[in-house]
């Protein structure tokens, strides 16, 4: 956050001493000193004459050729572009050759991006602006043409145009029939141009020298987009096959730098809004984030602490009432090492029966009943039992603990009766008188409560009722029959 703020104000210092102090500079005239004093760079084939600027050759030059001429003149010193607003007020007179019907090329203002003379080839139609090399964006610049020529893609021989890239296709061009003002009329011709940083316009006035000015032309247009920011200012004027003159009388210019960045646009703004709108935003969400994470944390956790004491609750009391519950064949399998034949207990009619333990804590064993899969009548049982053991409560029937239907498979789960079947005991070994009685009366008390007990005492709701009714009749005694380890006595 610290190094942001430091970044903001580095930037912002940056910014604004970058913007030296505001140009402004006048040529109320020209004399033949002009080019040589230092205050001008002169280049190609530009004169400095008694009163005027001459950018192409004279006529009375009897020296030098009038033709295919480029001249370039530029203040020596680079001014601000942007973030500014400038205006630029100059004079010039362009006349034809004495002599000559058809006139030449024209001029231009120019904000060059550095103070290099005209490009090549850049006579004739280029005005010096451009020239074959520098088409298509090589070169960063703002020239607003004062065309005398009317060459295939210009509106006619005296409009005014704005190049940057290309002089075939000018970001604009307007002639200046409607304005009255003949560029090459040879008369003195006043011509501002302002640009308003603001508004990103710019705005183009012209009148006979002492006529009021009046706009001539706006355009809109990013010029941060266009040239650096540092620019060079000046006139560029060619001649091709037919001569002319290009004077420029006076010229002033002046730019103000715009104080505040952040409605400018530029590159530092631009930076900086996004400094200023994603810094803030970033900063907030992480203080959210760290404010909020432990006690989110928290929520979430107390949230899988309650569904878990719910699991928890519902296990124990599932548990603790002996509710029946599903198992997986997977936690069966595994209960009975995969149904082996060491974990067999015994066979009847409907399937057979393995000793399991399950992995509880702390471990139960139980007693796993596999019912013969094919078996039809199998599957009746399997829902008898399910329906009417799963609802008994006898100390001495054996209780349901659970079931499995996976598919083909179809398993119960009852309690593990360490003692065995009855059978093993009855007419096969010694029981005393006590263990005899107890086992009568306990079989006793079962049947008592299989054929009564658990048809009054469950009748309070009709469901059970129903089911229970046809109960008795069929699984307990008959499994008794059938699978002997499942009922078994608890003595
Ligand atoms: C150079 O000449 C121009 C035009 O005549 C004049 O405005 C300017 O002050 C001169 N500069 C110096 C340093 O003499
Ligand atoms: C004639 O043109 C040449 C070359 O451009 C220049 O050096 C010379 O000063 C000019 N003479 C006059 C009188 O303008
Ligand atoms: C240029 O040539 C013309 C005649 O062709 C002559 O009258 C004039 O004085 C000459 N100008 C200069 C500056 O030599
Ligand atoms: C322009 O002048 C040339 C001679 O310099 C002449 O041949 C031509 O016909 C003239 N054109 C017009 C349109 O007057
Ligand atoms: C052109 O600009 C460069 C740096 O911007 C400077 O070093 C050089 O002297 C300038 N040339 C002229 C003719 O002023
Ligand atoms: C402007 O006027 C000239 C001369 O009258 C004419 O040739 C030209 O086509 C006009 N321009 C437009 C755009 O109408």
């Not at 210019?253 to 715009?258: Q, V």
Request: glycine share 6%.
């Amino acid at each position: 956050m610290l190094l942001l703020l430091f970044l903001y104000t580095f930037l912002d210092q940056a910014s604004s001493t970058f913007l030296i102090d505001p140009h402004t500079f006048s040529f109320p005239s020209f004399d033949p000193n002009s080019c040589t004093n230092g205050s001008l760079i002169c280049m190609g084939s530009v004169t400095a004459g008694n009163g005027y600027l001459s950018l192409t050759p004279e006529p009375n030059n009897n020296s030098t050729s009038p033709l295919e001429k480029v001249g370039r003149v530029l203040f020596h010193h680079p001014v601000v572009a942007w973030p500014a607003s400038f205006s630029t007020t100059f004079t010039i007179r362009i006349s034809p050759f004495p002599n000559s019907n058809v006139s030449g090329d024209g001029m231009a203002f120019i904000f060059a991006q550095d103070n290099a003379s005209s490009p090549p080839s850049s006579t004739g139609s280029y005005l010096g602006i451009l020239g074959p090399s520098t088409q298509g964006g090589v070169v960063q610049q703002l020239a607003v043409e004062l065309d005398t020529y009317k060459n295939e893609w210009d509106p006619d021989a005296n409009h005014i145009g704005i190049d940057t890239i290309s002089i075939i296709n000018p970001v604009a061009a307007e002639s200046l029939n409607a304005t009255g003002i003949d560029l090459k009329s040879g008369r003195n011709i006043k011509v501002r141009i302002d640009y308003h940083g603001w508004k990103k316009l710019l705005e183009i006035s012209m009148a006979y020298s002492g006529d009021m000015l009046v706009s001539v032309f706006n355009h809109f247009i990013e010029i941060e987009d266009t040239v650096p920011s540092s620019v060079f200012v000046g006139f560029t004027a060619a001649t091709g096959r037919v001569p002319e003159s290009h004077h420029v009388l006076d010229w002033t210019f002046s730019t103000i730098p715009l104080p505040d960045l952040n409605n400018q646009g530029s590159k530092y703004d631009k930076m900086k809004t996004i400094l200023l709108i994603v810094v803030p935003l970033i900063m907030g969400l992480l203080i959210v984030l760290i404010c909020f994470l432990p006690s989110f944390r928290r929520l979430v956790k107390r949230k899988k602490e309650m569904v878990k004491q719910k699991v928890d609750i519902e296990i124990r009391s599932r548990t603790a009432a002996n509710v029946p519950k599903m198992f997986t064949h997977k936690m069966l399998a595994k209960a009975t090492h995969n149904f082996s034949k060491e974990n067999l207990l015994g066979t009847g009619g409907f399937g057979s029966v393995y000793k399991g333990t399950l992995k509880d804590d702390p471990p139960t064993i139980v007693a796993v009943k596999k019912i013969s899969a094919t078996s039809k009548q199998g599957e009746k049982e399997y829902f008898a039992e399910i329906c009417t053991i799963g609802r008994l409560r006898h100390k001495n029937i054996v209780q349901l603990q659970g079931w499995c239907h996976e598919g083909e498979h179809h398993l119960l789960v009852y309690k593990y009766m360490p003692n065995g079947s009855l059978d093993r005991y009855i007419g096969k070994q010694f029981l005393d008188w006590d263990t005899r009685f107890k086992i009568l009366t306990g079989l006793a008390s079962a049947l008592l409560y299989l054929h009564e007990d658990s048809i009054s005492s469950s009748g309070s709701t009709t469901t059970t009722n129903i089911e229970s009714k046809s109960a008795p009749q069929l699984p307990s005694l008959d499994s008794s029959k059938a699978d002997d380890v499942v009922l078994q006595c608890d003595f």
